[in-house]
């Protein structure tokens, strides 16, 4: 999917300003990561490209189209091709790993026959090969959070909005989840990640084969951080 973003505004009803008349591009099947601190908007700016929070003002297009124009309906159907990634997204405490990630595909449309091996495939490069018929109360605070990854990802959504994915986790995960976000931008994926860790910055540099985009989120404004790497 492509993003575009013209004069984009955002004040909350405490009356803080979280955008600032900002710009933000991002062409399809591209590679975006918003550096900022804690509490700087960021899980704002991605809830707004999900359709979670209107901006105040300004233009937001997907697609060259207006996702706060479309019905419910249109909505529903544009929301098939999102992968989102929130801090505040839960498991499902009654169902196992891989019902877990199921439920995903089925919600998306994306079931169908292999689906087995692939949720198996998807948790064993991901490091949890095994724990498929866990339930999330047996697993640690980062392999749920994985999970919760993994299931945003298993369906190959056209836009992936991840909301701080590292936090909670260690540098081998952190390694083995960017790893997975790469190989998915590979496939066509549109990625914007967020991110209050700038050490994942110098570590991103060493690692990443595509060009990504870099943007900082500072006081309302979106900059950016650095042309591209490559």
Same mark, same amino acid.
């Given at each position: 999917?492509?993003?575009?973003? %013209?004069?984009?505004? +955002? ?10 008349? /900002?710009? %933000? @591009? ?33 233009? *937001?297009?997907?697609?060259?189209? =207006? ?18 990634? %929130?801090?505040?997204? +839960? *498991?499902?405490? &009654? +169902? ?11 919600? +998306? ?8 091996? /692939? ?29 919760? /990854? ?9 836009? *992936?909005?991840? =909301? ?5 986790? &260690? ?17 066509? @994926? ?8 700038? !050490?994942? *910055? @110098? ?7 595509? !060009? ?19």
């Amino acid at each position: 999917m492509r993003i575009q973003a %013209f004069h984009l505004t +955002k004040i909350h009803p405490s009356g803080v300003k979280v955008l600032d008349d /900002a710009y %933000f @591009s991002a062409p399809e099947g591209s590679f975006t990561v918003v550096l900022g601190d804690s509490r700087a908007g960021k899980s704002t700016i991605l809830k707004i490209l999900g359709g979670e929070e209107k901006p105040t003002s300004g233009v *937001l297009k997907i697609d060259h189209k =207006d996702i706060y124009a479309f019905s419910e309906k249109e909505k529903r159907q544009w929301l098939q091709g999102v992968g989102m990634i %929130f801090p505040d997204l +839960k *498991l499902f405490p &009654d +169902k196992t790993v891989e019902e877990n990630i199921h439920f995903v595909l089925r919600a +998306k449309g994306a079931s169908g026959e292999g689906e087995k091996e /692939a949720i198996a495939k998807l948790l064993s490069n991901a490091g949890l090969a095994g724990k498929a018929s866990s339930q999330p109360v047996g697993l640690s605070s980062g392999e749920q959070r994985m999970v919760l /990854a993994l299931r945003a990802m298993i369906f190959r959504p056209r836009l *992936l909005l991840a =909301d701080d994915p590292f936090q909670g986790l &260690d540098d081998k995960s952190t390694s083995i989840l960017f790893h997975l976000f790469r190989e998915l931008n590979r496939t066509g @994926s549109t990625i914007v990640l967020s991110t209050q860790q700038m !050490s994942f *910055l @110098s570590a991103a540099k060493e690692k990443l084969s595509p !060009s990504i985009q870099w943007i900082k989120l500072d006081e309302g404004k979106l900059e950016p951080l650095e042309e591209s790497v490559s």
